[in-house]
């Protein structure tokens, strides 16, 4: 008796925030943002987002990896989130309600594998029989496994493990591990600690590996405030202009959200690659509506690679994909 | 849940089921032969109310398979009883990311079972010095209740910066879960014991380990065996947290890495899994104390 009383308000209360929704104003927005270097920090700590709109209350929620964020987006736990190409082909395989809306960063440095200098590793060989880190699921993952698979070499003839970068850092410090791909700014940690770059993103991507951070947005969302998407597209793509026109002052603003020394948040920036919105619709990148770009193929690919890892059950087809990437609020904004 | 509460609680079940063993359900004979030969089985499952356990099962069972079939769940949340029976036999053959579901569950076992036997090693002792000495009972106490309620994740940290990524800081995770329950069981056991056996059997001159030996153990043997089992299932319940950081198998790692990659079947069966063999763990630990603990049954006859 007490559950179906429970259950009567709760649709009581569901009729009634669909009835106040009509108003076509949410009330609030909750963005989840993933803790590595790009725009998104300058959105936020600009607040480009809340003067887009004014009377929603925004709440921003720090996300610490692919995996994470499709946990958040699978629990209904956000409103936007950025995903990086692994984890979106994992999401839109497994049928989440969820569309890319635009390019939030593509991965340079900003994201490489640290050997330890002293374990003395000059190629991709000498990690045989030495334990690497990667967050599973993640860009880096993914790369780390396909530069492996270009050069012959078994995963299995290295101990690789799963821990989050902040772990990474710490477990570096301790000497548990030799190598680890992750990303800024527990990046820098290692880096100073006895580390050096072995292998960066960019290479990769120069190999036919590329990587990037796509937003996204929740359908559920999108079918609802249509409008507020295209504002939320809009502030984003001030704060890549704004990354991009003023690099001295967004160094400051990264340093400040990240805690980070002026000299490492201008490495970290340089290390990322900011795509301007209009050039986010040519073919390098999302494309436009009817022709969609390379992202297409990457996420096609990387589904693949997954699928061969028995890490998806199947591989969606290209049209999926396509649909998945939706170009048109970037076309509405950019206009 | 306390220590304590949940030992009244378990205590109290097990009450409940002297009571409900008791009383003898009427049942006509069958005619049939075959149907005879199983009345005394059946009837002794029907006594027991064995027969409302299997109903849920089953009803839980259909539910979930009606609910499925329908399709008002979604399958990425909640997939078919068929989808997680096929990543089931997948998982036994083919193997979770490099090992076999066996070799998986070997690994988990392997770290519940090492914590479980330290946990008891140090923890029935400790209890019931702590149980017979007043001194004992003061010096420990307060280590033992300001760690107890501490979040396992916040207290990993911790270990993991100590002891480092490898086993030994998963085993300490699981031995400290485990610790709490069994000290607290074994000091309420000992506290317990009508202390006219105590003066009984000091009045002949039994001694401090004479009294720990005769009186102390077997009077708190049933106790401290239902602490044994809060203390399997409190370690239990932490390992998928122990096994989220660098681990590479073990059947709470799977879990968290199938949840990474959405693969909800497999959430769902290693679920079913762990918590198969946590009942089975437990029932071992029951008939271990039949055995070993002989009077107990006595007591409740």
Same mark, same amino acid.
């Given at each position: 008796?007490?559950?179906?009383?429970?259950?009567?308000?709760?649709?009581?209360?569901?009729?009634?925030?669909?009835?106040?929704?009509?108003?076509?104003?949410?009330?609030?927005?909750?963005?989840?943002?993933?803790?590595?270097?790009?725009?998104?920090?300058?959105?936020?700590?600009?607040?480009?987002?809340?003067?887009?709109?004014?009377?929603?209350?925004?709440?921003?929620?720090?996300? @610490?990896?692919?995996?994470?964020?499709?946990? *958040?987006?699978?629990?209904?736990?956000?409103?936007?989130?950025?995903?990086?190409?692994?984890?979106?082909?994992?999401?839109?395989?497994?049928?989440?309600?969820?569309?890319?809306?635009?390019?939030?960063?593509?991965?340079?440095?900003?994201?490489?594998?640290?050997?330890?200098?002293?374990?003395?590793?000059?190629?991709?060989?000498?990690?045989?029989?030495?334990?690497?880190?990667?967050?599973?699921?993640?860009?880096?993952?993914?790369?780390?496994?396909?530069?492996?698979?270009?050069?012959?070499?078994?995963? *299995?003839?290295?101990?690789?493990?799963?821990?989050?970068?902040?772990?990474?850092?710490?477990?570096?410090?301790?000497?548990?591990?030799?190598?680890?791909?992750?990303?800024?700014?527990?990046?820098?940690?290692?880096?100073?600690?006895?580390?050096?770059?072995?292998?960066?993103?960019?290479?990769?991507?120069?190999?036919?590996?590329?990587?990037?951070?796509?937003?996204?947005?929740?359908?559920?969302?999108?079918?609802?405030?249509?409008?507020?998407?295209?504002?939320?597209?809009?502030?984003?793509?001030?704060?890549?202009?704004?990354?991009?026109?003023?690099?001295?002052?967004?160094?400051?603003?990264?340093?400040?959200?990240?805690?980070?020394?002026?000299?490492?948040?201008?490495?970290?920036?340089?290390?990322?690659?900011?795509?301007?919105?209009?050039?986010?619709?040519?073919?390098?990148?999302?494309?436009?509506?009817?022709?969609?770009?390379?992202?297409?193929?990457?996420?096609?690919?990387?589904?693949? !690679?997954?699928?061969?890892?028995?890490?998806?059950?199947?591989?969606?087809?290209?049209?999926?994909?396509?649909?998945?990437?939706?170009?048109?609020?970037?076309?509405?904004?950019?206009? | 849940?306390?220590?304590?509460?949940?030992?009244?609680?378990?205590?109290?079940?097990?009450?409940?089921?002297?009571?409900?063993?008791?009383?003898?359900?009427?049942?006509?004979?069958?005619?049939?032969?075959?149907?005879?030969?199983?009345?005394?089985?059946?009837?002794?499952?029907?006594?027991?109310?064995?027969?409302?356990?299997?109903?849920?099962?089953?009803?839980?069972? !259909?539910?979930?398979?009606?609910?499925? !079939?329908?399709?008002?769940?979604?399958?990425?949340?909640?997939?078919?009883?068929?989808?997680?029976?096929?990543? !089931?036999?997948?998982?036994?053959?083919?193997?979770?990311?490099?090992?076999?579901?066996?070799?998986?569950?070997?690994?988990?076992?392997?770290?519940?079972?090492?914590?479980?036997?330290? *946990?008891?090693?140090?923890?029935?002792?400790?209890?019931?010095?702590?149980?017979?000495?007043?001194?004992?009972?003061?010096?420990?106490?307060?280590?033992?209740?300001?760690?107890?309620?501490?979040?396992?994740?916040?207290?990993?940290?911790?270990?993991?910066?100590?002891?480092?990524?490898?086993?030994?800081?998963?085993?300490?995770?699981?031995?400290?879960?485990?610790?709490?329950?069994?000290?607290?069981?074994?000091?309420?056991?000992?506290?317990?014991?009508?202390?006219?056996?105590?003066?009984?059997?000091?009045?002949? @001159? *039994?001694?401090?380990?004479?009294?720990?030996?005769?009186?102390?153990?077997?009077?708190?043997?049933?106790?401290?065996?239902?602490?044994?089992?809060?203390?399997?299932?409190?370690?239990?319940?932490?390992?998928?947290?122990?096994?989220?950081?660098?681990?590479?198998?073990?059947?709470?790692?799977?879990?968290?890495?199938?949840?990474?990659?959405?693969?909800?079947?497999?959430?769902?069966?290693?679920?079913?899994?762990?918590?198969?063999?946590?009942?089975?763990?437990?029932?071992?630990?029951?008939?271990?104390?039949?055995?070993?603990?002989?009077?107990?049954?006595?007591?409740?006859?």
């Amino acid at each position: 008796m007490k559950i179906m009383r429970k259950a009567l308000s709760a649709s009581l209360l569901f009729a009634l925030s669909t009835s106040i929704a009509q108003a076509e104003v949410p009330e609030e927005v909750t963005v989840g943002y993933l803790n590595l270097v790009n725009a998104q920090l300058v959105t936020k700590s600009l607040g480009l987002v809340q003067k887009e709109m004014p009377g929603v209350k925004i709440n921003y929620i720090k996300v @610490g990896g692919g995996g994470d964020m499709l946990r *958040a987006i699978a629990g209904d736990q956000i409103d936007f989130g950025g995903l990086g190409n692994p984890p979106t082909a994992i999401g839109v395989t497994r049928d989440l309600p969820i569309t890319g809306i635009m390019v939030l960063n593509m991965l340079d440095y900003v994201e490489a594998m640290a050997v330890r200098t002293s374990a003395n590793i000059k190629k991709l060989e000498d990690l045989k029989g030495k334990t690497i880190a990667a967050p599973f699921g993640s860009t880096t993952h993914y790369l780390l496994l396909n530069a492996l698979a270009d050069e012959g070499i078994d995963p *299995a003839s290295m101990k690789i493990i799963d821990l989050r970068p902040n772990d990474i850092a710490l477990a570096w410090s301790r000497g548990d591990i030799d190598a680890a791909w992750f990303w800024e700014p527990a990046l820098g940690k290692v880096l100073n600690d006895d580390g050096n770059l072995f292998m960066t993103s960019g290479i990769m991507a120069s190999r036919g590996y590329p990587t990037w951070d796509v937003g996204v947005v929740m359908d559920r969302f999108a079918e609802k405030y249509p409008d507020y998407v295209e504002k939320f597209v809009r502030a984003e793509c001030k704060g890549i202009d704004y990354w991009l026109n003023n690099p001295a002052d967004t160094a400051k603003i990264i340093a400040k959200e990240l805690e980070l020394s002026l000299e490492d948040a201008t490495r970290m920036m340089k290390g990322t690659e900011m795509v301007p919105c209009p050039k986010q619709l040519t073919q390098q990148y999302i494309g436009e509506t009817g022709k969609k770009g390379q992202f297409v193929d990457t996420l096609l690919s990387t589904a693949t !690679f997954l699928k061969d890892q028995k890490r998806l059950p199947k591989v969606p087809t290209r049209d999926t994909f396509e649909t998945f990437l939706d170009a048109s609020y970037l076309e509405t904004i950019t206009k | 849940m306390t220590g304590y509460e949940s030992l009244r609680k378990l205590s109290q079940e097990s009450s409940l089921n002297n009571l409900a063993e008791n009383k003898t359900t009427v049942l006509d004979k069958p005619t049939n032969a075959f149907l005879a030969s199983l009345y005394p089985f059946m009837k002794k499952q029907i006594d027991n109310k064995r027969h409302l356990s299997v109903m849920t099962i089953l009803f839980l069972f !259909f539910a979930w398979w009606f609910v499925t !079939f329908i399709g008002w769940a979604n399958p990425l949340f909640l997939p078919s009883p068929s989808a997680v029976t096929q990543s !089931f036999v997948d998982v036994a053959v083919d193997g979770y990311q490099g090992s076999t579901l066996l070799e998986h569950v070997g690994t988990s076992l392997y770290r519940i079972l090492t914590a479980f036997f330290f *946990a008891c090693l140090v923890g029935i002792p400790l209890g019931i010095l702590m149980g017979i000495s007043h001194s004992f009972h003061q010096v420990f106490n307060p280590i033992i209740e300001f760690y107890r309620p501490l979040p396992p994740l916040g207290l990993y940290t911790l270990l993991v910066m100590w002891l480092g990524i490898g086993e030994s800081s998963k085993l300490a995770l699981l031995f400290l879960s485990g610790l709490p329950g069994i000290i607290i069981a074994t000091i309420q056991a000992v506290s317990d014991i009508n202390p006219n056996y105590v003066r009984a059997a000091r009045s002949v @001159g *039994a001694k401090r380990w004479d009294l720990i030996r005769e009186v102390y153990l077997p009077g708190a043997g049933p106790t401290i065996l239902t602490g044994m089992r809060i203390s399997l299932g409190f370690i239990y319940t932490v390992l998928v947290a122990a096994e989220i950081v660098a681990a590479t198998a073990g059947i709470g790692w799977m879990i968290w890495d199938a949840a990474k990659f959405l693969l909800s079947d497999v959430v769902i069966m290693g679920l079913i899994v762990l918590g198969v063999t946590g009942m089975l763990l437990d029932l071992t630990l029951k008939l271990f104390g039949k055995i070993v603990m002989p009077w107990t049954a006595v007591r409740k006859m």
